[in-house]
């Protein structure tokens, strides 16, 4: 392999910031915030704002939308 060409793949903190779930995995991320983690060590912190743990597909709590009310109002503004 080529030296410098490949960006640096390393342990990352990710923190759902919505159900404050938090998981290590590698990444090439970076971040300038750290956490210290179960094992003692501190790792670089990368918060998202959805993961599996707050998505709707994977809680199986979908929210509802009107979408009911859109299409008459669609109609009625475009009927001829």
């Known amino acids: 392999m ?4 490949h960006p640096h793949y390393d342990f990352v903190v990710f923190k759902d910031i919505a159900s404050d779930f938090s ?3 590698r ?9 210290k983690w179960e094992d003692g060590k501190e790792y670089p912190l ?3 704002e ?3 743990a707050s ?3 994977y809680t199986g709590k979908q929210k509802l939308v009107d979408t009911a009310g ?3 109002k669609f ?4 009927k001829k």
């Open 2 to 5: 080529k030296k410098d060409i």
């Open 23 to 25: 998981f290590l995995t």
């Open 27 to 35: 990444s090439t991320r970076k971040s300038n915030e750290t956490i």
């Open 46 to 48: 990368v918060n998202v």
């Open 50 to 52: 959805i993961s599996s």
């Open 55 to 57: 998505h709707p597909f």
């Open 70 to 72: 859109r299409i008459e």
């Open 75 to 78: 109609r009625r503004k475009y």
